[in-house]
T-cell receptor, first 110, second 112 residues
Framework: EDQVTQSPEALRLQEGESSSLNCSYT??????LFWYRQDPGKGPEFLFT???AGEEKEKERLKATLTKKESFLHITAPKPEDSATYLC???????????FGAGTQVVVTP | DGGITQSPKYLFRKEGQNVTLSCEQN?????MYWYRQDPGQGLRLIYY???????QKGDIAEGYSVSREKKESFPLTVTSAQKNPTAFYLC???????????FGPGTRLTVL
């Protein structure tokens, strides 16, 4: 069965203090690893899709990377508006079901 | 504006009542999904539909029902058989052949 584990559960950063979030996964055959941002009380907002080891994607202060067993979401010089819960999900060789991790809650203080 | 809408934003239900959550999309996506989100847990799949008039159970379908009579609509009914329905419910859609799922704003259901 596909599994996704995110760490840490929560992360508190000072503005400008770069850090990384981890998403470890086990799937029968990866057809995509997805990162979403979720603000409190709202639906997840799509950020990135990664397909193969070595792939990287960037958007503003966020950079996602992928290896054969995990993905990292790097936040460079974060700002308070980067505060959110970041969700990781994988899609395997099955019909297309997404398996989500529990998320990492990030708080960036001024 | 293309997107996914869910209504209502907040819903309160008395024990023993059935309630229906609305999900509409104008993205012309074929597939639609319902997820449940509880604190500290990942999103869990309730039901999904890839075409009109067809849907399948997800991981936690007990106590829920759906219909897919129109491509743009996928309502979810939370029945009285669902033992612990208080949660945040999310609807998503996906264009077949494209990997990403896109989410609506969610409905928070509280059982009184």
């Amino acid at each position: 069965e596909d599994q996704v584990t995110q760490s840490p559960e929560a992360l508190r950063l000072q503005e400008g203090e770069s850090s990384s979030l981890n998403c470890s996964y086990t799937v029968s055959g990866l057809r995509g690893l997805f990162w979403y941002r979720q603000d409190p009380g709202k639906g997840p907002e799509f950020l990135f899709t990664l397909y193969s080891a070595g792939e990287e994607k960037e958007k503003e202060r966020l950079k996602a990377t992928l290896t054969k067993k995990e993905s990292f979401l790097h936040i460079t010089a974060p700002k308070p508006e980067d505060s959110a819960t970041y969700l990781c999900a994988v899609r395997s060789d099955s019909w297309g079901k997404f398996q989500f991790g529990a998320g990492t809650q990030v708080v960036v203080t001024p | 504006d293309g997107g996914i809408t869910q209504s209502p934003k907040y819903l309160f239900r008395k024990e023993g009542q059935n309630v229906t959550l609305s999900c509409e999309q104008n993205l012309n996506h074929d597939a639609m999904y319902w997820y449940r989100q509880d604190p500290g847990q990942g999103l869990r799949l309730i039901y999904y539909s890839q075409i009109v008039n067809d849907f399948q159970k997800g991981d936690i379908a007990e106590g829920y029902s759906v219909s897919r009579e129109k491509k743009e609509s996928f309502p979810l009914t939370v029945t009285s058989a669902q033992k612990n329905p208080t949660a945040f419910y999310l609807c998503a859609s996906q264009e077949l052949g494209v990997n990403e799922q896109f989410f609506g704003p969610g409905t928070r259901l509280t059982v009184l």
